[in-house]
Structures are given as C-alpha cells and as structure tokens.
T-cell receptor, first 115, second 114 residues
C-alpha cells in the first residue's frame, strides 16, 4: 500500500538558517504530492503541491521537487523565520477508480526556529 | 469563502458520556474526511465519505465510534460511550471529487475525556 516517510523531529534551527525536511514515498500509481503545515492550535493547511514528476511546488519561500527516480519530495527553504515554526506534513494522494482520492500522510516534523 | 466549519472547538466530558462532533464541509465539495490527531499516533484517517456515502471506514477504531453524513452539508462523528483514550483533536476535511487530492481542513475539535 501507499506510505510516506518523513524525517523525525523536532528540528531546531536558528533564524535565517537553511531548512531541509526529507520525505520519501511508496505508491502503486502516479500520486500527487503535498506539503501541509500546521501552526499551533490550528488545522492543517496546504503549503505546496506537485502533481507530476519533475514538477516543483513553491509557496512562501518553501520549495519541493517531485523526484520520481528517488521517490522523494524534500521540503526546502533558504532562510527560515521564527514565524515558520510549525509542524510540517508530507502527503500523497492516489486516485482510485471512481474518482476517489486516497490521501496518505507522514507522521509530521516539528520545526522550531529560534531568534 | 467559508472554510470547513467544525463544532464544538473544545469539549470536556466524563468517561461514559456520549460525544457528538459536527462538521460542515465547503459547499460543492463531494468528499469528506474525519481524522484523529494524537501525540502518540499522529494523524489517523477514521472514515471518509463521497457523495454522502461512506467509502472507507476501516480506520474507525471500534464500535463505539460512528459517523454519518445525512446530506452534502453536514456530517457527525459520534463516540458512545467515550473513554479517556479517545482524548484527541478530531479534524474534518473536505475536497472536490476528481480533484488532485488537496484537502481543506477545519480547525479541529479538541476532545478531553476525564
């Protein structure tokens, strides 16, 4: 079955440091890939997505590239801010017959950015 | 545009009581998901509906949990009787049918069972 593996947290960085959160996946079909972010006390919200191989998703300075050959979708940001402190979830969505979407989430990686 | 609306935001109850959580998906979204989030288990899919029909309820932990979607704009998740181990944040999410799979989450209902 489908699965998503992301690096264990928490990750603690100083402000303006470079961020990488690793994510690899296993899927039977041709999934879409997502990064969601969850700020304290809130629900998950979509950060970026990529729907096919070699696509790059980007938003708010974050980027991730869909690498089919390595089954990876690593999240990167060149210079983190304190306001980026949150939990980040990697996810994949696989289409099933009938148009249904099966969404699989990773376990989440907590990022703490210190001034 | 209104997002996914969940109620209550916080619920504190005693063991053995019935708990009902409510969700209003985004208008026009055909698929609705219930998730549970805990520190120990992370984010778990409990059940999802498409066009008001339950498609996969394999994540529902046991018979004490039930979910319904009587119409396209309303769903409930019920726990009866509740137990302390049910304490968690319960999220509802919706998405259009035949979408790329992007989910739109509500703000969650934090349940504490004493």
């Amino acid at each position: 079955g489908d699965s998503v593996t992301q690096m264990e947290g928490p990750v603690t960085l100083s402000e303006e440091a470079f961020l990488t959160i690793n994510c690899t996946y296993t899927a039977t079909g041709y999934p879409s890939l997502f990064w969601y972010v969850q700020y304290p006390g809130e629900g998950l919200q979509l950060l970026l997505k990529a729907t096919k191989a070699d696509d790059k998703g980007s938003n708010k300075g974050f980027e991730a590239t869909y690498r089919k050959e390595t089954t990876s979708f690593h999240l990167e940001k060149g210079s983190v801010q304190v306001s980026d402190s949150a939990v980040y979830f990697c996810a994949l969505s696989d289409s099933l017959s009938g148009g249904y979407q099966k969404v699989t989430f990773g376990t989440g990686t907590k990022l703490q950015v210190i001034p | 545009d209104a997002g996914v609306i969940q109620s209550p935001r916080h619920e504190v109850t005693e063991m053995g009581q019935e708990v009902t959580l409510r969700c209003k998906p985004i208008s026009g979204h055909n698929s609705l998901f219930w998730y549970r989030q805990t520190m120990m288990r992370g984010l778990e899919l409990l059940i999802y509906f498409n066009n008001n029909v339950p498609i996969d309820d394999s994540g529902m932990p046991e018979d004490r949990f039930s979910a319904k979607m009587p119409n396209a704009s309303f769903s409930t998740l019920k726990i009866q009787p509740s137990e302390p181990r049910d304490s968690a944040v319960y999220f509802c999410a919706s998405t259009p049918h035949y979408s790329t799979g992007e989910l739109f989450f509500g703000e969650g209902s934090r349940l504490t069972v004493l």
